[in-house]
């Protein structure tokens, strides 16, 4: 017998809360036979109350395939660990008020990620939720120049008591922003290294006064490096929004981006992609379209992924003018605008599915 002859009969096996086999679901490591006995370890990543039926169940099914051998799975759950790692004198209650938590991510850099959730965030707003955006880019933060909010400082409420001071967001357009160019002098490099960043990071979004918010949106760095791993396997997120272009190369990147999140020890929901810069529409010839990085790339990529693509939004000259002028395009009506709602009222419906 082989330990693969074991994990086959494990794969059989359906967590009946989750609808998936333990195999897939990356609950069995380090499978081993001793002698006369088979031991493995059973990784639950929070605590889970369907543990004790599902040991009964291995065990039962072991057994009979593999008579003469004594099954020893060791039982692991793996959240406090998980918390522990954020590693920061944390407000926790200030996230326990937040209901979704929803980052924005990339494989490839510059595809328009702060652009999507910069208008994401105004036109879920507009919809009526309370809505946050912490802007996890630390070594180029680019929302306080998109909202115009370059020369906020945010106040900072001291805490009693040796409790945590929290940080208070800067509110316009009926969205609370947080980001740590607030904290920078406008066109200075931050430098940090990787710990630094990281801390610099999860204060962004776990030391601030959101109060009660329906979704807090994070725009994260290009990428999917240290950062993105530790920030997203900390957080209690919702689920992702994964940016891209319909050009190939950016194309080839949407895999990393997509297999960050379903890796098995990141394991989060991605809600569905978005493409930007999907055709280019000029001004004085409103119904041609110029699919200038090719048509319909996201929308096959989807399918490939079996995720929705959430939405499609048009190269368009205002929509970088915006950015640049710290006035998102959500705001305006018009197409652009459209495209951004029908955005936003995707996301509230998936994250409301999961
Ligand atoms: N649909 C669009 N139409 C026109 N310009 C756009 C569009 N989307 C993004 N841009 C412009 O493209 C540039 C890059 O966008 P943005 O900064 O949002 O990308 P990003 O993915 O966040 O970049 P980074 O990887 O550096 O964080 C910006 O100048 C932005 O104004
Ligand atoms: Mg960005």
Redesign the pocket.
Known sequence: MRTEDIISALSEIIHPAKDKDIVSLGMVEDVRIDGDMIRFNLVFPSPDAMASELKKEISGVLSEKFPGYKIRPVEIVKKSEAKKSIGLNLDEAQLAQVDNIIAIA?GK???????VAVNLAVALAKMGYKVGLADA?VY?P?VPKMTGTENEVPDVEVAEDGGTDLIVPVEKFGVKWMSIGYFAPAGQALIWRGPMACNALKQMILQVKWGKLDYLLIDL??GTGDIHISLVHDMPLTGAVVVSTPQAVALADVEKGVDMFRNKDINKPILGLVE??SWFTPAELPENRYYIFGKDGCKAMAEKFGLPLLAQ????QG??ES??EGVPSALEDGPVSDAFASLAKAVAERSASL
């Open positions: 990339s850099g510059g595809v328009g990620k702060s652009t880019d180029g680019s760095p290009p930007n810069m939004i048009p190269i368009v929509i970088r950015g640049d």
